[in-house]
């Protein structure tokens, strides 16, 4: 299979690009700054916001894993709309002209807009996005569909919730820096589903090769649910170290996470951040492939703090 992975040096791009030539596809690997994987396979630099993929490079792609996007919440929402929406819709538009078979595109839950209950959601619960990232994918989705309804390519959208693995970012990052820092066992409060690496990079393969006349959209999760306080001790235990005592009361907590908002000027409070309710469902996804995850948190948490020999599967 000939691939084409834009965001191939990311989070998720690098293990992908590395899963996908070890089993002996072909791939195209774009990124933004055109640096090599770590394996020294090269990549081509290309800033989607500028230039797409000229025919030649499409020319005999059987399918188009798009990855490339821009997450941290201090971009600007133009920023989100030009990269997230609107270079998504026209890297799909020339994909479908050049005859590509297959586009795989990695949207997020966030698209979904915020969770109104304390229920695992479906793919069809949702609820329109407030902030420019969430909205900008929503969009992109939306015009993803109205390719699909002209019957020029399959397209399939996966909605993963939070990402854990080796270089995670975000929530998970702060989570590790907390440890570091030898702050105590966070309360039990919260609980959101996530999806490791391996599983992750397992389903973005199934979507590319799965037969199915319909497009389909999924989310994909390892159907748990995590608390804050779980994921601390899945690390401490991955470090070496016990659980750690829960000594300080809940409002001091939230009074920690008032400060840092104010010293960091966060975007989105620290507490809901840490401590909300975030759940979805991979039953559709499931139901439709005999999919199930491998992984959960436990087994990737080495990887997530960064320990020596704790590479990928």
């Known amino acids: 299979m000939h691939c084409l992975v834009t965001g191939a040096t990311g989070f998720i791009g690098r293990s992908l690009c590395k899963h996908l030539l070890c089993r002996g596809d072909s791939v195209l690997a774009l990124s933004k700054s055109g640096e090599p994987l770590s394996d020294g396979t090269p990549t081509v630099a290309m800033d989607l916001v500028q230039q797409l993929p000229d025919a030649e490079q499409l020319e005999g792609v059987d399918v188009v894993f ?24 026209e890297l799909a538009k020339a994909a479908a002209n050049a005859g590509v078979g297959r586009f795989v595109y990695l949207s997020s839950v966030k698209a979904m807009g ?12 949702c609820e329109l ?10 969009q992109a989705e939306c015009g993803l569909q109205e390719l699909v309804s002209c019957g020029q390519m399959t397209v399939r959208i996966l909605r993963p919730a939070l990402v854990y693995g080796s270089g995670a970012k975000g929530n998970l990052a702060l989570l590790v820096r907390w440890l570091r820092m030898g702050l105590p066992r966070p309360p039990d409060y919260g609980r959101r589903s996530m999806i490791g690496v391996p599983d992750l990079i397992d389903v973005l393969c199934l979507a590319a090769e799965h037969e199915q006349a319909a497009s389909d959209t999924w989310i994909v999760c390892d159907g748990r649910q995590y608390s804050t306080r779980a994921l601390y001790d899945a690390l401490r235990l991955a470090d070496g170290k016990g659980t750690g005592l829960a000594w300080l009361p809940a409002w001091v907590w939230r009074l920690v996470c008032a400060t840092a908002d104010v010293l960091r000027s966060a975007p989105e409070p620290t507490w809901k951040k840490l401590f909300t309710i975030d759940l979805y469902s991979n039953a559709a996804l499931s139901e439709a492939t005999g999919w199930q995850p491998q992984y959960q948190f436990s087994d990737l948490a080495p990887q997530v703090l960064g320990k020596p020999g704790s590479d990928a599967p």
């Open 66 to 89: 798009h990855l490339a996007g821009i997450a941290h919440q201090r971009a600007s929402a133009e920023q989100h709309h030009r990269l997230n929406y609107f270079a998504t819709v």
């Open 129 to 138: 996005p407030e902030d420019s990232y969430g909205l900008s994918k929503w």
């Open 114 to 125: 915020a969770a109104t209950g304390e229920e695992p959601r479906s793919e069809a619960q």
